[in-house]
């Protein structure tokens, strides 16, 4: 019956929008032609399974049994939404020590930030940096031992033979120990944050395995997997037990939590040192299995076990799969549209498992911390616009919700400053906090982002309770972002900044004015607000009129649009050259406006593509710029752009965006590439009336895709 479903499913999308491919796409053999195989250590291969708001990562063995080898490689995280922690303010620092006064026009305005602060400023503003950060929940390994008692390190392991099957969310890992066969199979649970694993080998028959249980305190570091273990005494790991199963309860300072097992079979459990326990199979048998589920909570509760975890993640990635949208690209005889083809079917499942929670995603997702762990609400958009393009908007919209749920904080900062409406916080977390940042306080092009991803869910179902759903957000959201811009008397125009800082962070806050990208966002914000007042036949906002007839002209030089109206060296300075080409995210990202002349922008683009400094980008930055060249007509510079040769455009064999030793993986650009390869296929309100409007017309891309919806 559920089958049966999933297959209703998918038909209905597939009617919602599809391409003129050579027949209906047969999901399951594109899903599984880009199954992922391991067949050697390689700390960069690790694999994820998780439901979008947990997720949990495995070596070779396919759990997490060498957590220090993979430490600065993807690390093997065991991760939440809800799984946060905080040290204790014991100097009782507050958010006000991290406020600075600047100059807005004329009046004082405060901003939390990093710089040039007293010793206890710089104190406190550190410690709201660091705090929430996210936790790593424990690690879920294996201990393999010899004959003679001694363990098994990772070089020993054999014969390797690991796959990832994205079509129901298993991974199999199959390895030999002094040529004795393992098998271990690896589920995450769709509903509950549970993992369930089976083992099977002759030496759970020798007592020469075990299940290990670590709990580490957490490191509160920028960037790491959240592990300390050199300070035991800093929490409390509690263990009760009964024959088959137990639970640890976890108390870290102000966060508990607890960890509940269950298994088949005869086992003994115990803490051999302090946070470290062990499960121990009786002997006389080959095969064991458990369940471990992770919770904000202490009840225990019947768990699933591993069939019924194998059977909740069978169903529900095939509910995924055969719903949405598809692509394609066997038919294609250009040599890249394989790798394409992986890319785009690894980023999907990747989105899903670590992006489509109840909190905008952290750009390492929920595998190790980047930013302490929190989220950037400028990089939501690149997180989450393609579930709406691949019509699957119910998981855009899982966090939407949480912009209504920090609308006090953020009317608190418009009003903190002087603005009105609501002013959206950069570097954040659950509780929408604005962290110190001499970077991020000044940020504004994520104001917009959540009338973008409304107007897209409106778009896909539109509907007065959708519309009412988001209005105040929108509509205050719109209210900042009028009295952000402020009136030049003697220019007769609005203009944006100074203290701002562009998506291109090279330009410093207090002389920017008029960056393009923020500029024909402001206009494209403005306006979608204004429609829908309309469709709630309500009155325009005659304030919003007035900045979207008088926002200013996006500034140009010799045929060339600039980084900033203040920026008029901007192809003379190599700073200006370099970070993200926000530039192109004018009419990449965003649709032609009146602002925007599309001469002027391809002339912009040729000269972007040929003198950039694509070395120093991020991963968002290729699928921008293939969106822009997808609406000036240059199919041939979209795709070149997603294979352009530069690390931070690197995708591993595990379909993770690599951006370098730091960042060993980057979600927004696996969001982005989505997004891109969407508007590449189904195309852009506007576009030509071919097919696949972004693919070159030479007949080497003969793209098939069904299901998706046209961008803005």
Same mark, same amino acid.
């Given at each position: 019956?559920?089958?049966?479903?999933?297959?209703?499913?998918?038909?209905?999308?597939?009617?919602?929008?599809?391409?003129?491919?050579?027949?209906?796409?047969?999901?399951?053999?594109?899903?599984?032609?880009?199954?992922?195989?391991?067949?050697?250590?390689?700390?960069?291969?690790?694999?994820?399974?998780?439901?979008?708001?947990?997720?949990?990562?495995?070596?070779?063995?396919?759990?997490?049994?060498?957590?220090?080898?993979?430490?600065?490689?993807?690390?093997?995280?065991?991760?939440?939404?809800?799984?946060?922690?905080?040290?204790?303010?014991?100097?009782?620092?507050?958010?006000?020590?991290?406020?600075?006064?600047?100059?807005?026009?004329?009046?004082?305005?405060?901003?939390?930030?990093?710089?040039?602060?007293?010793?206890?400023?710089?104190? @406190?503003?550190?410690?709201?940096?660091?705090?929430?950060?996210?936790?790593?929940?424990?690690?879920?390994?294996?201990?393999?031992?010899?004959?003679?008692?001694?363990?098994?390190?990772?070089?020993?392991?054999?014969?390797?033979?690991?796959?990832?099957?994205?079509?129901?969310?298993?991974?199999?890992?199959?390895?030999?120990?002094?040529?004795?066969?393992?098998?271990?199979?690896?589920?995450?649970?769709?509903?509950?944050?549970?993992?369930?694993?089976?083992?099977?080998?002759?030496?759970?028959?020798?007592?020469?395995? &075990?299940?290990?249980?670590?709990?580490?305190?957490?490191?509160?570091?920028?960037?790491?997997?959240?592990?300390?273990?050199?300070?035991?005494? *800093?929490?409390?790991?509690?263990?009760?037990?009964?024959?088959?199963?137990?639970?640890?309860?976890?108390?870290?300072?102000?966060?508990?939590?607890?960890?509940?097992?269950?298994?088949?079979?005869?086992?003994?459990?115990?803490?051999?040192?302090?946070?470290?326990?062990?499960?121990?199979?009786?002997?006389? &048998?080959?095969?064991?299995?458990?369940?471990?589920?992770?919770?904000?909570?202490?009840?225990?509760?019947?768990?699933?076990?591993?069939?019924?975890?194998?059977?909740?993640?069978?169903?529900?990635?095939?509910?995924?799969?055969?719903?949405?949208?598809?692509?394609?690209?066997?038919?294609?005889?250009?040599?890249?549209?394989?790798?394409?083809?992986?890319?785009?079917?690894?980023?999907?499942?990747?989105?899903?498992?670590?992006?489509?929670?109840?909190?905008?995603?952290?750009?390492?997702?929920?595998?190790?911390?980047?930013?302490?762990?929190?989220?950037?609400?400028?990089?939501?958009?690149?997180?989450?616009?393609?579930?709406?393009?691949?019509?699957?908007?119910?998981?855009?919209?899982?966090?939407?919700?949480?912009?209504?749920?920090?609308?006090? *904080?953020?009317?608190?900062?418009?009003?903190?400053?002087?603005?009105?409406?609501?002013?959206?916080? *950069?570097?954040?977390?659950?509780?929408?906090?604005?962290?110190?940042?001499?970077?991020?306080?000044?940020?504004?092009?994520?104001?917009?982002?959540?009338?973008?991803?409304?107007?897209?869910?409106?778009?896909?179902?539109?509907?007065?309770?959708?519309?009412? *759903?988001?209005?105040?957000?929108?509509?205050?959201?719109?209210?900042?972002?009028?009295?952000?811009?402020?009136?030049?008397?003697?220019?007769?125009?609005?203009?944006?900044?100074?203290?701002?800082?562009?998506?291109?962070?090279?330009?410093?806050?207090?002389?920017?004015?008029?960056?393009?990208?923020?500029?024909?966002?402001?206009?494209?914000?403005?306006?979608?607000?204004?429609?829908? &007042?309309?469709?709630?036949?309500?009155?325009?906002?005659?304030?919003?009129?007035?900045?979207?007839?008088?926002?200013?002209?996006?500034?140009?030089?010799?045929?060339?649009?600039?980084?900033?109206?203040?920026?008029?060296?901007?192809?003379?300075?190599? &700073?200006?050259?370099?970070?993200?080409?926000?530039?192109?995210? @004018?009419?990449?990202?965003?649709?032609?406006?009146?602002?925007?002349?599309?001469?002027?922008?391809?002339?912009?683009?040729?000269?972007?593509?040929?003198?950039?400094?694509?070395?120093?980008?991020?991963?968002?930055?290729?699928?921008?710029?293939?969106?822009?060249?997808?609406?000036?007509?240059?199919?041939?510079?979209?795709?070149?752009?997603?294979?352009?040769?530069?690390?931070?455009?690197?995708?591993?064999?595990?379909?993770?965006?690599?951006?370098?030793?730091?960042?060993?993986?980057?979600?927004?650009?696996?969001?982005?590439?989505?997004?891109?390869?969407?508007?590449?296929?189904?195309?852009?309100?506007?576009?030509?009336?071919?097919?696949?409007?972004?693919?070159?017309?030479?007949?080497?891309?003969?793209?098939?895709?069904?299901?998706?919806?046209?961008?803005?």
């Amino acid at each position: 019956m559920h089958v049966r479903n999933s297959l209703f499913i998918g038909f209905c999308y597939i009617l919602m929008g599809c391409g003129s491919g050579t027949g209906k796409i047969n999901r399951e053999e594109l899903v599984r032609r880009h199954q992922v195989n391991v067949d050697s250590i390689n700390t960069l291969s690790s694999l994820t399974v998780g439901n979008g708001r947990f997720a949990f990562t495995v070596d070779i063995t396919g759990l997490q049994s060498f957590p220090a080898l993979y430490e600065r490689g993807v690390s093997l995280g065991t991760q939440s939404e809800w799984g946060w922690h905080s040290y204790p303010n014991d100097s009782a620092y507050t958010f006000d020590e991290s406020l600075r006064d600047y100059d807005f026009h004329g009046r004082e305005v405060p901003f939390s930030v990093q710089i040039r602060q007293p010793a206890r400023n710089r104190e @406190a503003v550190n410690y709201l940096r660091q705090n929430p950060h996210r936790l790593h929940l424990g690690i879920v390994g294996l201990d393999f031992f010899h004959q003679d008692g001694s363990q098994v390190v990772a070089e020993e392991i054999g014969s390797i033979n690991q796959t990832l099957d994205p079509w129901n969310g298993e991974v199999h890992s199959m390895f030999t120990i002094n040529e004795i066969p393992v098998e271990v199979i690896t589920y995450a649970h769709q509903d509950l944050d549970l993992i369930s694993s089976i083992i099977e080998s002759p030496l759970i028959e020798q007592g020469l395995i &075990r299940v290990k249980l670590n709990f580490p305190y957490p490191t509160g570091q920028h960037t790491d997997s959240g592990c300390d273990w050199s300070q035991p005494e *800093k929490h409390s790991s509690v263990l009760s037990s009964t024959s088959n199963s137990a639970m640890i309860h976890r108390q870290i300072d102000g966060t508990s939590y607890s960890v509940q097992l269950t298994w088949t079979g005869p086992a003994e459990i115990y803490e051999n040192e302090k946070h470290h326990f062990y499960l121990e199979p009786g002997q006389g &048998r080959s095969q064991f299995s458990f369940s471990c589920l992770f919770a904000p909570w202490d009840e225990a509760i019947e768990l699933p076990d591993f069939k019924s975890t194998a059977s909740s993640s069978k169903n529900a990635w095939e509910d995924f799969w055969l719903s949405g949208g598809a692509v394609d690209f066997s038919e294609c005889t250009d040599p890249r549209a394989f790798e394409l083809e992986r890319r785009v079917v690894l980023s999907q499942y990747l989105t899903k498992v670590q992006c489509a929670g109840s909190y905008p995603p952290q750009e390492t997702g929920l595998t190790f911390n980047s930013w302490h762990g929190k989220f950037h609400l400028e990089m939501h958009w690149w997180h989450g616009v393609h579930f709406a393009l691949w019509n699957r908007t119910h998981l855009l919209e899982n966090s939407l919700n949480y912009y209504n749920t920090i609308a006090d *904080k953020a009317r608190e900062t418009a009003q903190r400053q002087g603005f009105d409406g609501l002013r959206w916080p *950069k570097m954040t977390d659950p509780s929408g906090n604005d962290s110190p940042s001499s970077v991020g306080s000044f940020l504004i092009w994520q104001q917009p982002h959540i009338i973008y991803m409304a107007e897209l869910c409106y778009r896909n179902f539109p509907n007065e309770e959708l519309l009412r *759903k988001y209005a105040d957000i929108v509509f205050e959201t719109a209210d900042f972002m009028a009295s952000y811009a402020w009136y030049g008397t003697l220019m007769n125009r609005y203009i944006l900044g100074p203290l701002l800082i562009p998506a291109q962070e090279r330009l410093p806050a207090e002389s920017t004015i008029n960056p393009p990208f923020e500029l024909a966002y402001w206009y494209w914000g403005l306006s979608i607000a204004q429609e829908w &007042r309309e469709r709630l036949d309500m009155d325009r906002k005659p304030e919003w009129d007035a900045v979207i007839e008088g926002l200013s002209p996006l500034a140009q030089k010799d045929g060339l649009y600039l980084a900033a109206e203040s920026a008029p060296d901007s192809y003379e300075n190599p &700073r200006f050259m370099s970070d993200h080409p926000a530039v192109l995210g @004018a009419f990449g990202m965003l649709p032609l406006s009146p602002l925007v002349d599309s001469i002027i922008m391809k002339n912009t683009f040729n000269y972007v593509w040929e003198h950039w400094q694509w070395n120093q980008t991020w991963g968002w930055d290729f699928p921008m710029t293939a969106m822009a060249a997808t609406r000036l007509g240059m199919p041939d510079k979209a795709v070149d752009a997603l294979f352009m040769d530069v690390e931070t455009n690197t995708y591993l064999p595990n379909g993770h965006n690599y951006q370098n030793q730091r960042l060993r993986l980057y979600l927004p650009g696996n969001g982005g590439l989505l997004t891109a390869v969407a508007m590449m296929c189904a195309g852009w309100d506007g576009a030509p009336n071919i097919h696949a409007p972004g693919f070159p017309q030479d007949g080497s891309w003969q793209v098939k895709w069904e299901g998706l919806r046209k961008a803005k």
